[in-house]
RNA sequence: GGCGGUGUAGCUCAGUGGCAGAGCAGAGGAAUCAUAAUCCUUUUGUCGGGGGUUCAACUCCCUCCACCGCCA
């Protein structure tokens, strides 16, 4: 194991998507855990960068009536504009179009490809459009069958090229069986062992180019280019080295962590371990998982709009706060929550009041009494001593951080820092420098706020990877400099300058109240829901047509556990929907009800059955009711608004 | 359906075969340097239910319930 130096990878996104939450959480982590290998003084080197071809990329292009590279450059730049406002300080962005990346795909190709690890076989089934892969009927969705496939499902025959991926599964577990860092958390790790107890199939690497143009040309034969993941995976050391550049490659690989989401486990933990393995390439020593922001209990997504976008908190709140909350929030590997009362909760108490309000404190009685000088001390005083314990604490929230930080719980190293703050509030109140300030002599003022103002110092350097932009500032507001800390900061005593002048500073994290009853009145305090609700006119409400019916069949949708097909009556009108409430109600409960539905949706077919509307039902977490009528023996197909 | 996980204070979570914990929230008090911040004290627990092993179980075993994940 190369012992100081670190090589951190992010997946690279795929371009076409728009960069949201998830994006910023698992690149701001690695930005952390880069920062705080840089900061004791490892060789560090951060890598992220963008999957830019398939199928998307091309529709999209098309759409565009531009060429698919003009759209990638295009589409990029959000990204690399992202990272820039996060603070982000990776080493290299990779682009899976650039030459260096697509001209080392080619060689792995042909090199598997002559070595017979890759063979060329007919393949005769169906090929999902919207995932570009194959699949087999058992992965159709529930109501399809090969004769009603859904539309982005086609039958194809036709020839293509495999990976022998399948002969490194007894391999592979062996591995995974020996070395329990491999793939983190542990849960995962069994999630990747349970895969792989049944039977590993090869892997398709290629796509005709009749179907998709967009993408790296297989090097043996011109008509197909690569699928896309073997295409991607490959970032991980086409980027530093592989193949073109020895010295740097073995510098930087094997990687230390490569973080990916959970849902991208499979093509980490068995796609590109095979690959490696096939090219002879030493494994990564961890792939790590980490799990999702959730929008208070519920997935985040597009369709029910609950979704964080990181700009605004970074710009309401800053992006060191928002890089703060998401580290210190998040128990890595676990979903997490996030909510505006949650976010100002941990803003207030951690930042404003325990951090904010120490420095605040401190540099005040700095400026008043020691004429904004750093006041003059002696060494720090011996064991025993409130100084002396205070110390302490802080070393100990130094060991902590670099020890969590190893374990991949940078939430804990954070926590560690906090409690060293804490201690640093409680000593002032021990030693109480506005009584000291009273006294004839001043050292021992000079004294409590000199060991005040070491704690603040390195505490600012143990959250500088976490907020770099405020820690420094606070350093500069304490006359620690403007360098970036360094390990000499964390352990020695006494490297503040006495007397060396200092600037009032702004405050470093103002307190903010929290969310109260918004100027427009609003209709109920979701609190615990961090959706900006958009306001609409009247005429966008009645665009939706809603009416009464009632319920006279209900039955279960065969094969889908939460679906319910009712039969309604709508003012005389008969009419069909397909309800996804199987779990809350029974057929019989909902029998006779009078419901509200939504009468002009669009008709669509879900599990195979036509659904012509939608009901309304009020939902919490895992609560559901429906929207019933108050009145008794209100007629059907009345109109609701 | 198969495999795995989780269940501890109002909330988020630590924890260990030997006296149930932290942070936040709540209550009371002290202090007045500070961002209405800080500090001290403090309430609440069938440790999911039941059974078993043990001198001793929140911890180990069995079983049931609830929720979650992966696979099907």
């Known amino acids: 194991m190369k012992k100081d130096s670190f090589y951190v990878t992010t997946p690279i996104y795929y371009v076409n998507d728009k960069p949201h939450i998830g994006h910023a959480y698992t690149t701001m982590l690695a930005d952390m855990l880069a920062r705080s290998h840089r900061l004791l003084g490892h060789d560090t080197w951060f890598l992220t960068g963008t999957d830019e071809h398939g199928q998307k990329v091309q529709e999209a292009a098309d759409k565009r009536g531009v060429p698919p590279q003009e759209h990638v450059d295009t589409m990029v730049k959000r990204f690399e ?66 004769e ?138 961890t792939i790590f998982a980490h799990g999702w922001w959730l929008s208070g209990k519920d997935k985040m997504s597009k369709s029910t709009g609950n979704v964080v976008n990181p700009l605004e908190y970074a710009e309401r709140f800053g992006v060191d706060a928002l890089r703060y909350f998401l580290v210190a929030e998040m128990s890595l590997g676990q979903d997490a929550s996030f909510t505006e009362e949650v976010f100002i909760k941990r803003y207030n108490s951690d930042l404003a009041n325990d951090l904010g309000n120490l420095t605040s404190r401190v540099l005040k009685m700095v400026h008043t009494h020691c004429d904004s000088k750093v006041p003059v001390a002696s060494a720090l005083p011996a064991e025993g001593t409130p100084e002396a314990d205070l110390w302490n604490h802080v070393q100990t929230a130094v060991s902590e951080m670099s020890r969590q930080v190893e374990n991949m719980r940078p939430d804990l190293g954070v926590a560690a820092v906090m409690t060293a703050i804490r201690e640093a509030n409680k000593y002032i109140g021990v030693r109480a420098p506005w009584k000291q300030a009273k006294d004839e002599n001043l050292q021992p003022l000079y004294e409590t706020l000199y060991v005040s103002m070491e704690a603040l110092r390195v505490c600012a350097a143990l959250l500088y990877p976490v907020m770099p932009a405020k820690m420094m500032a606070l350093r500069t507001q304490i006359g620690a400099g403007v360098d970036e800390p360094n390990v000499d900061d964390l352990k020695v005593f006494g490297k503040l300058v006495e007397g060396a002048s200092l600037e009032e500073g702004e405050g470093l994290f103002p307190r903010h109240q929290k969310p109260k009853a918004a100027p427009q009145p609003k209709p109920s305090k979701k609190a615990a829901n961090v959706v900006t609700v958009e306001e609409i006119a009247i005429e966008d409400f009645f665009k939706a047509q809603l009416k009464t019916a009632k319920v006279l069949e209900a039955v279960a949708v065969e094969g889908a556990d939460k679906l319910l097909t009712l039969q309604l009556d709508v003012g005389g009108e008969q009419r069909q929907i397909i309800a996804g409430i199987a779990k809350h109600y029974t057929p019989e409960q909902v029998i006779g009800k009078m419901i509200i539905i939504v009468t002009n949706l669009k008709p669509a077919v879900i599990r195979g059955v036509e659904s012509r509307g939608m009901l309304l039902a009020a939902s919490k977490g895992k609560k559901l009711t429906l929207v019933t009528v108050d009145a008794e023996d209100f007629p059907s197909g009345a109109k609701v608004g």
């Not at 034969?221 to 896309?228: L, S």
Request: glycine share 4%; with cysteine.
């Open 81 to 146: 504009e992202l990272w820039e406002r996060l603070e982000i300080t990776h080493d290299d962005f990779i682009r899976t179009t650039e030459t260096r990346h697509t001209k080392i795909v080619q060689e792995i190709l042909q090199d598997l490809y002559d070595r017979g690890e890759i063979y060329q076989a007919e393949y005769d089934g169906l090929y999902d459009v919207r995932s570009e892969t194959f699949i087999t009927e058992k992965d159709l969705p529930e109501g399809f069958s090969a």
């Open 148 to 285: 009603n496939l859904p539309d982005h499902v086609k039958v194809i025959q036709e020839t293509n090229y495999f990976f022998k991926m399948s002969k490194y599964q007894e391999w592979l577990i062996s591995y995974i069986e020996e070395n329990p860092e491999f793939i983190q958390p542990d849960f995962r790790r069994n999630e990747t062992l349970g895969f792989l107890r049944k039977d590993l199939s090869d892997l398709c690497i290629s796509r005709p180019k009749s179907r998709l143009s967009w993408g790296i040309e297989l090097p043996f034969d011109d008509e197909y280019v690569t699928y896309v993941w073997f295409d991607a995976l490959v970032n991980y050391i086409s980027a530093v080295g592989y193949r073109s550049d020895d010295e740097m490659f073995a510098r930087r690989w094997p990687a230390q962590v490569q973080l990916i989401g959970k849902d991208i486990l499979t093509t980490h933990t068995v796609y590109w371990p095979t690959m490696l393995k096939a090219m002879g390439v030493a494994m990564p020593q």
